[in-house]
C-alpha cells in the first residue's frame, strides 16, 4: 500500500471535478460543494508533500488504499453515494457503515438490529440507501444522510430463500434471489414513492437460467436506461439479460469467458465489472449494447483482496469489499475496503 504522490492526488482531484463520482445506476456527478473539498484537501496533501512534510501528508492521506471497517463487521456490500459518501452493510446484524473515501474515516450510519443482515447495497440518485436482507428475506431502505428507516419489505419467510443483491432504476428496485428462480421489485410510484407492502412484485425469472445447487442469480445490474438488467450466476459463472417487465432471460455469449464465483456487478458506461469473490479478482467486460455478447478485456486483483464480494465506483477508483470468508468470524476479525484502479 503506497501514499499517493502529489501528481496523483490532482489528477484524481480533476478527474473528480470533471464528474468521475458516481450515485446509483444514473452514476451522477459529485455536488459541487463535496467537489470542492475534495480538492482542497488534495491540494494540501499535495503540498504537503511537495514541501517534505512528510509526517502531515501521511496524517491527511488522501484517497488511502485500505479503508479498514470495525472489527467483526462482516462486510458484502458495498455503494458509494452523494460527496465522497461511500457505504458498507454488516451481514452480522444488518448495520450500514458510512466511512469517506477521502479520508478514509466513517462511523456507523444504521445501527444493526438482532436478526438482521445486510448484502448488497445501492445507493439512488434520491439519495436512499437500498439493502438486500440475505437469508432473512427481507430488504430494507434508508435514508443515505441520517441513516433513519425508510420502508422495509419482507419478501418471503426468513430462511425460504437468500435475497442476495439489488438494482435500482427510474421505474423500480430489483432484488435477487440466490435460491428461488425471481427477482423482487418494489415498483416506484411519481417522483420516486417507494411501494406499499402489497405492491412489491415477485417476478419469476424464465428462458436460459437454470437454477442449480449452490448460489444462483447473485450480483445484478441495469442498462443506462433500464429497460434490461443483468444478472450472474455464481455457480454456473454464466451471465444473462433479463427484462425487467417478463422476466425472461437470455445469456449473454461471453467468448467462452467463466464467471464463476460472479458475485457483485458494476456497470459504467457499457464496462461491466464482475467480482470473482473466491478468485479474489474482478472481470473487466465490454458490453454490447444489445446484450448479445461480452468480451472479457482484462482482470483487475490485488494482493490486499480477501474473497471480495462487491465494487463501487467514485473518480478513477473502484472500492472492493474484503468478505473473508474463508476466515472464520468472530467479534475481533478485521475487516477492509480496498482500493483498485478502473480500466
Known amino acids: ?50 514541501a517534505g512534510d512528510s509526517a502531515s501528508a501521511t496524517s491527511a492521506e488522501a484517497f488511502p488504499q485500505v479503508i479498514e471497517l470495525p472489527a467483526g463487521w462482516r462486510p458484502e456490500g458495498i455503494a458509494t453515494g452523494r460527496g465522497t459518501a461511500g457505504y458498507v452493510g454488516s451481514l452480522a446484524d444488518g448495520a450500514v457503515y458510512r466511512a469517506d473515501l477521502l479520508t478514509g474515516q466513517g462511523s456507523v450510519l444504521v445501527p444493526g438490529v438482532a436478526g438482521r443482515a445486510a448484502t448488497g447495497l445501492e445507493v439512488d440518485q434520491r439519495n436512499r440507501i437500498f439493502a438486500a436482507g440475505a437469508g432473512t428475506g427481507a430488504g430494507h431502505v434508508y435514508d443515505a444522510d441520517t441513516g433513519a428507516a425508510l420502508a422495509s419489505y419482507q419478501f418471503l419467510p426468513p430462511g425460504a430463500g437468500f435475497v442476495n443483491d439489488v438494482v435500482v432504476t427510474d421505474a423500480a428496485a430489483y432484488f435477487t434471489d440466490s435460491r428461488n428462480p425471481v427477482l423482487y421489485v418494489l415498483p416506484f410510484g411519481p417522483g420516486g ?18 437454477y442449480q445447487a449452490g448460489n444462483n442469480a447473485n450480483g445484478i445490474e441495469a442498462t443506462p436506461s433500464g429497460d434490461q438488467l443483468m ?113
Not at 411501494?195 to 412484485?201: F, G, T
Not at 473518480?315 to 482500493?339: C, D, E, I, W
Open 1 to 50: 500500500m503506497g501514499r499517493l504522490v502529489p501528481t496523483t492526488v490532482l489528477a484524481l482531484a480533476a478527474a473528480i471535478c470533471m464528474g468521475g463520482s458516481a450515485v446509483g445506476v444514473a452514476q451522477a456527478e459529485v455536488g459541487s460543494a463535496a467537489v470542492a473539498g475534495a480538492v482542497a484537501v488534495a491540494g494540501t496533501v499535495a503540498a504537503d508533500a511537495a
Open 193 to 210: 414513492q417507494l411501494p406499499a407492502a402489497d405492491q412489491v412484485q415477485t417476478l419469476p425469472l424464465s428462458g436460459d437460467i437454470v
Open 231 to 343: 444478472i450472474v450466476q455464481s455457480n454456473t459463472g454464466l451471465l444473462f439479460a433479463v427484462s425487467p417487465s417478463t422476466g425472461v432471460t437470455r445469456t449473454i455469449d461471453t467468448g467462452g469467458a467463466t464467471l464463476v464465483n460472479g458475485d457483485g456487478l458494476l456497470r459504467l458506461d457499457w464496462t461491466l465489472y464482475v467480482v470473482q469473490n473466491r478468485l479474489n479478482q474482478v472481470a473487466v467486460l465490454r458490453l454490447d449494447q444489445s446484450l448479445a455478447s461480452a468480451a472479457l478485456t482484462g482482470l483487475l486483483t490485488d494482493p490486499a483482496l480477501d474473497v471480495p464480494t462487491t465494487i463501487a465506483p467514485f473518480g478513477p477508483y473502484l472500492y472492493a469489499v474484503n468478505a473473508r470468508f474463508t476466515t472464520p468470524p468472530s467479534p475481533t476479525t478485521a475487516y477492509a475496503v480496498v482500493r483498485l484502479p478502473a480500466r
